[in-house]
């Protein structure tokens, strides 16, 4: 899984580039994540339960066996004194391995009723290069 590993080296790479602060950053919140997978067409489904932050405030960016989504949910200004604190707010990002190759150039986000729902088209496999010889049997 080696490769998987390197390309979530670089989409951190790519990230830093969009988000500084997520280099150093303390996991202040974490959001939730389902993956699913569907047949007709062959796609991975992934589910990122994201209430209450700006969607022009998320970045995805995805490679063909990994995920990695990134962003801030800000706390409200003008809150008062706090009598209860239980809501997470803050940067986040979470990674996302990929169990299928997927095409990342026909992926497609959007975010919808504090879910952000990201489609990720599995790629056709390619045709093995190598000949096979076939023995053929008499029945």
């Known amino acids: 899984m080696g490769h998987a590993a390197e390309e979530i080296e670089q989409l ?3 990230l830093w580039e969009v988000f500084p602060f997520s280099r150093g950053m ?3 919140y974490r959001p939730e994540v389902d993956v699913y997978r569907t047949e007709d067409p062959p796609s991975l489904t992934v589910v990122v339960e994201l209430p209450g932050v700006d969607p022009s405030q998320v970045k ?3 490679s063909p066996q990994a995920l990695l989504i990134a ?3 800000q706390r409200p200004k003008d809150c008062g004194q706090y009598q209860q604190l239980e809501i997470e707010y803050g940067p986040f990002q979470r990674q996302v391995t990929l169990a299928d190759d997927v095409d990342p150039e026909q992926a497609t986000a959007t975010y ?3 879910f952000l729902t990201i489609k990720l088209p599995i790629a056709p496999r390619p ?3 190598e000949r096979i010889s076939i023995v053929v ?3």
């Open 137 to 139: 049997t008499s029945s």
């Open 12 to 14: 951190f790479a790519d």
């Open 112 to 114: 919808e009723r504090g």
């Open 71 to 73: 962003g801030e949910r």
């Open 26 to 28: 303390r996991r202040s």
């Open 127 to 129: 045709a093995p290069a």
């Open 60 to 62: 995805v960016v995805a």
